[in-house]
C-alpha cells in the first residue's frame, strides 16, 4: 500500500480530535484512537516480542503528548493500571508492565518515516487535547522559543502568552477552586456565588472596594456587578460558621486567647481553601478519583418489610381498600412477606462511593 507519511500523522490527528469531543481524559481519547499500523514501519519480529507495535505506538504518543523521558514513563506504567489498560498492554501484574529498555526498544525499531509520523501525530494531539480542556496546559511541555523573533515581537508574544496563561488560569480557578466557596443563600438569588467570586477577583486585582466596584457597576448597567452591600454581605457568608461552631464553651471564654470567634470563622473558610487546594492539586497531577477503577459499579438490592397484613379477609381474599398498591410480596415462595425492594446503583471511587439513581 502507498504510504503518505504527512497523510497518515494527519489521519491520526482527525481522529483524535474526533474522540476530544467526547472524552474527559487523555487516556482515553489514546485507548480508541485508531492506529495505522499497516502503514507504519516496526523492525521487530511481531511473534517475539511482548509488546506489538500498536501498543507501542501508543504508548510513545502518550509519553510524548506528557513530555515524559522514557524511564519516567516506564515508573508510571509500573504503578497505573488505568495507563496499561489504555494502551491495550496484555499483562496481568504491573511489575510486567514495559520497561525503559523496552520502549527503547521499540523506538529503535521505528523507522525514520514512522517516528517522525509519532511525533508529529503527538504535537498535535497535544494541542487538540489542550484546546479541548482533555488534558491542562500545564501538563505537557511548553514549546521551544523562536530564536528569530524581533525584541518587539518576543514583548508581544510574551504579552499575548501572558493574557491566554491569565484566562487560563481564571478557567481553572473557576473550575477548581471557586466552588468551594459557598456562600449558602437562597436559590432564587439574584447574583450566583461564581459571580460574587468574579468581581472579588476584579476588587481584588485592582486594589478597588466592594463600593467602587459597585458604583462602576451602577454607572455602567453592569447586570453582573452587583452593589457594594450584596456583595460584603455574600463574602461574610462565606466565612460565617453553622450555629453549632459559633456555641462558645466555658473553655473557650476562660481561655487566654481573647477572640474565639474569629477561631471558628478562620476554620470555616480554611474548609474551603484547603478543598480549593486539594482540587488545584489533584488537577496538576492529573489525579482522578476514579482513576484505577472508574469502570466498577456496585448495584444493591434491599428490602423494607412491611408488615401490615394487606387482607381485610384473607381466606376470602379480600384486601384492605386502603392499602398501598404498591406493597407487594418479595419473596416468591412466602406470599405472608410484604414490603418494598429498592435497587441501588452506585459508582465506587477511591474515596467514596457516588449512588447513581434508586
Excluded at 7 to 18: F, L, N
Excluded at 292 to 318: G, M, Q, Y
Excluded at 325 to 344: C, F, L, S, W
Aim: net charge negative; with cysteine; proline share 5%.
Amino acid at each position: 500500500m502507498p504510504r503518505d507519511d504527512p497523510a497518515v500523522a494527519e489521519s491520526i490527528v482527525v481522529h483524535a480530535e474526533t474522540l476530544c469531543e467526547r472524552e474527559d481524559h487523555l487516556w482515553d481519547v489514546i485507548n480508541h484512537l485508531s492506529i495505522p499500523v499497516d502503514l507504519l514501519t516496526d523492525h521487530r519480529d511481531q511473534g517475539k516480542v511482548d509488546f506489538g507495535t500498536e501498543e507501542m505506538v501508543r504508548a510513545h504518543l502518550y509519553r510524548l503528548i506528557r513530555g515524559f523521558s522514557q524511564n519516567e514513563f516506564a515508573t508510571e506504567l509500573g504503578k497505573s493500571a488505568s495507563l496499561v489498560k489504555s494502551f491495550n498492554f496484555q499483562i496481568r501484574n504491573l511489575e510486567n508492565a514495559p520497561s525503559q529498555q523496552d520502549l527503547s526498544y521499540a523506538k529503535c525499531s521505528f523507522s525514520d518515516d514512522t517516528w517522525e509520523i509519532i511525533e508529529e501525530a503527538a504535537t498535535a494531539i497535544r494541542r487538540v487535547a489542550v484546546e479541548y480542556d482533555v488534558i491542562s496546559e500545564y501538563l505537557v511541555p511548553s514549546p521551544p522559543e523562536d530564536e528569530g523573533e524581533t525584541e518587539e515581537e518576543r514583548q508581544k508574544s510574551n504579552r499575548e502568552h501572558k493574557r491566554e496563561s491569565t484566562q487560563k488560569a481564571v478557567k481553572l480557578a473557576r473550575k477548581h477552586a471557586l466552588p468551594e466557596f459557598v456562600t449558602g443563600r437562597a436559590s432564587n438569588r439574584q447574583y450566583d456565588d461564581i459571580e460574587i467570586l468574579d468581581q472579588f477577583a476584579r476588587t481584588s486585582a485592582k486594589n478597588g472596594s466592594a463600593h467602587a466596584e459597585g458604583e462602576i457597576g451602577y454607572l455602567l448597567n453592569d447586570d453582573l456587578t452587583c452593589h457594594g452591600s450584596t456583595f460584603l454581605r455574600a463574602i461574610k457568608l462565606i466565612a460565617t460558621p453553622d450555629d453549632d461552631s459559633m456555641q462558645l464553651t466555658l473553655d473557650s471564654i476562660f481561655e487566654e486567647n481573647r477572640m474565639p470567634r474569629i477561631d471558628a470563622i478562620r476554620d470555616e473558610v480554611m474548609k474551603a481553601f484547603d478543598g480549593a487546594t486539594d482540587n488545584i492539586i489533584n488537577s496538576i497531577r492529573g489525579d482522578d478519583p476514579f482513576d484505577e477503577r472508574k469502570t466498577i459499579a456496585a448495584i444493591d438490592i434491599t428490602d423494607d418489610p412491611f408488615t401490615v397484613s394487606p387482607w381485610l379477609d384473607r381466606d376470602e381474599e379480600i384486601p384492605k381498600p386502603d392499602y398501598p398498591r404498591m406493597i407487594n410480596g418479595y419473596v416468591d415462595d412466602d406470599p405472608k412477606k410484604q414490603g418494598y425492594k429498592y435497587a441501588t446503583i452506585t459508582l465506587v471511587g477511591d474515596n467514596a462511593p457516588i449512588i447513581l439513581g434508586v
